[in-house]
């Protein structure tokens, strides 16, 4: 534990030190690298003869054409080319600026170079084939790394723009997604309490508490992306008797609700399978029957809705699923996607619908 605590204090600066485009990341980040690579090129090639000193003064020489190469390509090549996704043109332009660097950098250096620590070299050609060809390979081993570098920092950051957008992509069609359930919800409400206003019915006032409590848990106790289950049965609990009231003798609205841990769910996700076989299911002209079951064993949750059909049942088949329905299996990809099952079982006279939710 001591030792995940002292290398989560030192993570974040590493990653700024890596990561970050501060001068004072930077700078040092830079220095260390081109003194690696110095370095580290001096110890070669020295080792062939074991003249350290002059193999110091000639990896200095030949630093400039490194430099130009490395720095052109970092803050104008891959910028202008990489970035916007031009990647022949950026790869075409890599290799011309890599033999214009080669031709008029490092082989003039190489000319100035060669009279002073080279007496034998006596037949040096500028533009030699080979030659060039040689030097390219060796100037470009400086390139490498930074290249890599910026191409892993590049991908990173996109990878993060890309969940950053995701992110707000999937809160800003969960809000919609809410948003519009809540209005196709109220309007079915208010239309019930309006006709038991026009019956002059007892009721109606036992319905306005109602609706007022729902309209609290809907407003304060929901803004949430999780509620507990207890909490969300009691919504879909008070839902239910709302309907009843509006319901004559001919209806039968069963709901039963069993349930052995309180897990959290997300908010008016079962609501629409609700809602959907009120508004399809119940007829007064006709006996109608509803019956639901919520059952939470542990971790899963299975809902079970069952409705029978109004008599003109066959002219809601183009809405049959309704606004909410729609809603609810895009919240489901969401919120739980490959952590649910959804069936439909549907006959002339009835419609069933069987949800199972990993609560986890």
Do not use: C
Request: no cysteine.
């Amino acid at each position: 534990m001591r030792f995940y605590a002292y290398f989560s204090v030192l993570r974040l600066p590493m990653t700024n030190f890596f990561y970050s485009n501060q001068l004072k990341y930077r700078i040092p980040r830079h220095l260390i690298y081109w003194l690696g690579f110095y370095f580290s090129l001096v110890l070669i090639w020295s080792s062939t003869n074991h003249n350290f000193q002059v193999h110091l003064l000639i990896q200095a020489a030949l630093l400039p054409a490194r430099l130009f190469l490395v720095y052109g390509t970092i803050y104008f090549l891959i910028p202008k080319f990489y970035f916007k996704k031009n990647l022949l043109v950026f790869g075409i332009s890599y290799l011309i600026w890599l033999i214009l660097v080669t031709i008029f950098i490092q082989r003039p250096m190489w000319a100035l170079t060669i009279p002073i620590f080279f007496h034998e070299w006596t037949n040096y050609e500028m533009f030699n084939f080979l030659e060039i060809m040689g030097n390219i390979f060796d100037i470009n081993r400086a390139a490498i790394i930074p290249i890599i570098f910026v191409f892993v920092r590049f991908y990173n950051r996109e990878q993060k723009r890309t969940l950053t957008l995701e992110r707000e992509q999937f809160k800003s069609e969960l809000t919609q997604l809410r948003n519009q359930i809540h209005p196709h919800f109220l309007f079915n409400t208010l239309n019930n309490l309006y006709s038991l206003i026009i019956k002059k019915s007892d009721a109606a006032e036992d319905a306005l508490i109602r609706l007022s409590g729902l309209m609290r848990y809907m407003l304060y106790e929901a803004n949430v992306p999780k509620v507990s289950l207890s909490k969300e049965i009691e919504y879909l609990r008070n839902y239910i008797d709302l309907e009843k009231l509006r319901l004559n003798n001919t209806n039968t609205i069963h709901f039963t609700t069993s349930m052995n841990k309180d897990n959290e769910i997300a908010p008016f996700i079962l609501m629409p399978f609700v809602e959907n076989a009120f508004k399809h299911g119940i007829s007064n002209d006709k006996k109608s029957s509803i019956e639901i079951s919520v059952k939470a064993d542990k971790d899963v949750l299975t809902m079970s809705v069952y409705n029978t059909k109004k008599i003109n049942a066959h002219k809601d088949q183009g809405e049959k699923i309704g606004v909410g329905m729609v809603n609810v299996k895009k919240r489901l990809e969401l919120l739980y996607k490959d952590n649910y099952e959804l069936h439909k079982e549907e006959t002339d006279s009835y419609y069933k619908v069987i949800l199972k939710l990993n609560l986890i």
